[in-house]
């Protein structure tokens, strides 16, 4: 029994970032549909909409993000450990939580640039959309948080791993 409850909640985290790889698809398909019509369009002799070739652009971005989060979790990013996994057992956990922490140290970073960028942008609206450019930035701060969470806990299982409690 209180091996199901374990498993409740990585199965809550794995649901919730399996959503995040569906909305990326729907985002892909969003940037897709908005490229074809402008493509049947101009193909057609009309005038594209205003603003529909800006659509993939800021999509693109909240895409990347996401996707990246997405597959933070599952543990696809690509990744070479061909020498890493030739290492002993100590020396692969530490090289795993000194590369887990500077990553995170990364996103923490870009966080911390976006308390200046993210309002800045909000001050500028883009040409077509008139849509203010603080929605697209936004995307880094939400999708490094995002980013952020599956790294804390591969550190912390990292951690735990190189030192396992007493029994």
């Not at 909640?9 to 959503?19: F, K, L, M, Q, T």
């Not at 939580?97 to 140290?105: D, L, V």
């Amino acid at each position: 029994m209180a091996s199901d409850r374990e498993g409740a909640p990585r199965d809550v985290w794995r649901r919730a970032y399996d959503g995040l790889g569906y909305l990326g698809g729907l985002i892909l398909a969003v940037m897709a549909g908005s490229v074809f019509v402008q493509v049947v369009f101009r193909f057609l002799g009309l005038s594209g909409i205003d603003g529909l070739e800006e659509v993939p652009r800021y999509l693109f971005v909240w895409l990347i993000m996401i996707g990246a989060a997405s597959a933070m979790q599952r543990g696809e990013h690509t990744v070479l450990d061909y020498f890493v996994e030739n290492m002993p057992r100590p020396v692969r956990v530490l090289v795993l939580i000194a590369t887990t922490a500077a990553g995170i140290a990364l996103f923490v970073w870009l966080i911390k640039l976006s308390f200046i960028l993210v309002p800045n942008a909000q001050l500028q609206t883009s040409a077509g959309l008139d849509l203010p450019l603080g929605y697209v930035f936004a995307a880094i701060p939400v999708g490094s948080v995002l980013i952020i969470l599956p790294m804390f806990r591969k550190l912390l299982s990292a951690v735990t791993d190189l030192w396992p409690k007493r029994s």
